[in-house]
């Protein structure tokens, strides 16, 4: 228990903290969405979610809900950081591709553990492909392609993990490096190649689409050993750092407390993979082996695509750190994917 609620507990509170400096109304608000986080832990931990083996088409209809979120928040949702991504419930925001990792995750782990091992052939690779594209193709409409990189991580991840062999794997990678040439002429925007562009070229538009990440690199390494303090980054305080309560919160934070916070916070981060990897080893079957792998992998991914953000070495997609940064739909699809490996752990 310790390998995931100790970290869990480290990234939640530094997020928290940095977030209290930031705005206290965003505060108040995540430690809501905290509270109903570690309420789905203990529903899941006193519930049989292996019903889930039995009732598969609970995962189905899951998927399919998914789906219609997708296409709903496309075409009725309102238009916020020049994406559709967002359905509005009164006061309450709610990104449906959050759900939609979950979803992804689930069929997945059904889909593959039932085919482990016939996986190499074409129509099973080829069915996988389908169950990646429709919600990813949503998402990049609407557009999100820092999201739709996420899902086809799970996708890519969980043919990898399947067994798959390498002459497929070199295939699929083949497919990747189409697709991208295709999405790089047809379906790119031409801020989304600027941002690309400015990841290979950091020097190009300073104020322009590289204003935030060098303000980002200037918030943490004005951060020093200790940082500025409480309340005393000026960066954030002053407005310098753009979205530093979700995109940028791993700068917020060094900057005001230091690097040697952030390598706790890194420490935390992987000994909750890892310890989500143990745990997903060490089950029994491979549905469940699956879902552990999952997590860990959209864990994984979002963390290695938020600090890229944040120092230059990858482009600015919007992808939040998991359980560090601000957002609902965030937290508690983080805390859904906590609660599956505990109950993962507790049957173990």
Same mark, same amino acid.
């Given at each position: 228990?310790?390998?995931?609620?100790l970290?869990?507990?480290?990234?939640?509170?530094?997020?928290?903290?940095?977030?209290?400096?930031?705005?206290?109304?965003?505060?108040?608000?995540?430690?809501?969405?905290?509270?109903?986080?570690?309420?789905?832990?203990?529903?899941?931990?006193f519930?049989?979610?292996?019903?889930?083996?039995?009732?598969?088409?609970?995962?189905?209809?899951?998927?399919?809900?998914?789906?219609?979120?997708?296409?709903?928040?496309?075409?009725?949702?309102?238009v916020i950081?020049?994406?559709?991504?967002?359905?509005?419930?009164?006061?309450?925001?709610?990104?449906?591709?959050?759900?939609?990792?979950?979803?992804?995750?689930?069929?997945?782990?059904?889909?593959?553990?039932?085919?482990?091992?016939?996986?190499?052939?074409?129509?099973?690779?080829?069915?996988?492909?389908?169950?990646?594209?429709?919600?990813?193709?949503?998402?990049?409409?609407?557009?999100?392609?820092?999201?739709?990189l996420?899902?086809?991580?799970?996708?890519?991840?969980?043919?990898?993990?399947?067994?798959?062999?390498?002459?497929?794997?070199?295939?699929?990678?083949?497919? &990747?490096? !189409?697709?991208?040439? %295709? @999405?790089?002429?047809?379906? =790119?925007?031409?801020?989304?190649?600027?941002? $690309?562009?400015? #990841?290979?070229?950091?020097?190009?538009?300073v104020?322009?689409?590289?204003?935030?990440?060098?303000?980002?690199?200037?918030?943490?390494?004005?951060?020093?050993?200790?940082?500025?303090?409480?309340?005393?980054?000026?960066?954030?305080?002053?407005?310098?750092?753009?979205?530093?309560?979700?995109?940028?919160?791993?700068?917020?934070?060094?900057?005001e407390?230091?690097?040697?916070?952030?390598?706790?916070?890194?420490?935390?981060?992987?000994?909750?993979v890892?310890?989500?990897?143990?745990?997903?080893?060490?089950?029994?079957?491979?549905?469940?082996?699956?879902?552990? &792998?999952? !997590?860990?992998?959209? %864990? @994984?991914?979002?963390?290695? =695509?938020?600090?890229?953000?944040?120092?230059? $070495?990858?482009? #600015?997609?919007?992808?939040?750190?998991?359980?560090?940064?601000?957002g609902?739909?965030?937290?508690?699809?983080?805390?859904?994917?906590?609660?599956l490996?505990?109950?993962?752990?507790?049957?173990?």
């Open positions: 228990m310790t390998a995931l609620f970290p869990v507990g480290i990234l939640v509170g530094a997020g928290l903290l940095a977030l209290s400096s930031i705005s206290i109304e965003l505060f108040s608000l995540q430690l809501l969405w905290v509270g109903f986080g570690i309420l789905l832990i203990f529903v899941f931990y519930s049989d979610w292996r019903l889930l083996l039995n009732y598969r088409w609970l995962i189905s209809g899951l998927y399919v809900l998914t789906l219609v979120l997708l296409v709903v928040a496309y075409f009725k949702g309102p950081r020049e994406t559709r991504s967002w359905l509005v419930l009164g006061s309450f925001h709610f990104q449906p591709v959050e759900l939609a990792k979950v979803a992804l995750i689930l069929i997945y782990a059904q889909f593959f553990s039932r085919r482990h091992i016939s996986i190499a052939r074409w129509k099973n690779i080829a069915g996988s492909f389908v169950l990646f594209a429709l919600p990813a193709g949503l998402v990049a409409l609407q557009p999100d392609l820092g999201s739709a996420i899902l086809f991580g799970i996708w890519f991840g969980f043919l990898l993990f399947s067994g798959l062999p390498t002459r497929r794997v070199v295939a699929a990678l083949l497919v &990747l490096v !189409a697709l991208g040439i %295709f @999405g790089w002429s047809q379906i =790119l925007k031409d801020y989304q190649r600027e941002r $690309i562009l400015g #990841v290979v070229y950091p020097e190009r538009s104020l322009g689409i590289n204003y935030s990440v060098i303000q980002s690199k200037i918030a943490i390494g004005s951060g020093g050993l200790l940082g500025k303090g409480y309340g005393q980054g000026s960066q954030v305080q002053l407005g310098f750092l753009p979205e530093p309560a979700t995109d940028f919160i791993v700068s917020a934070l060094i900057e407390w230091g690097l040697v916070v952030g390598l706790v916070v890194l420490g935390a981060f992987l000994y909750l890892f310890g989500i990897v143990q745990i997903g080893m060490a089950a029994e079957h491979n549905f469940e082996k699956f879902i552990a &792998l999952g !997590a860990a992998m959209v %864990f @994984g991914l979002q963390f290695l =695509l938020n600090t890229g953000s944040a120092t230059g $070495i990858t482009p #600015v997609i919007g992808i939040t750190f998991p359980f560090l940064s601000y609902g739909s965030s937290i508690l699809t983080s805390f859904l994917l906590l609660s490996v505990n109950a993962i752990r507790r049957k173990s």
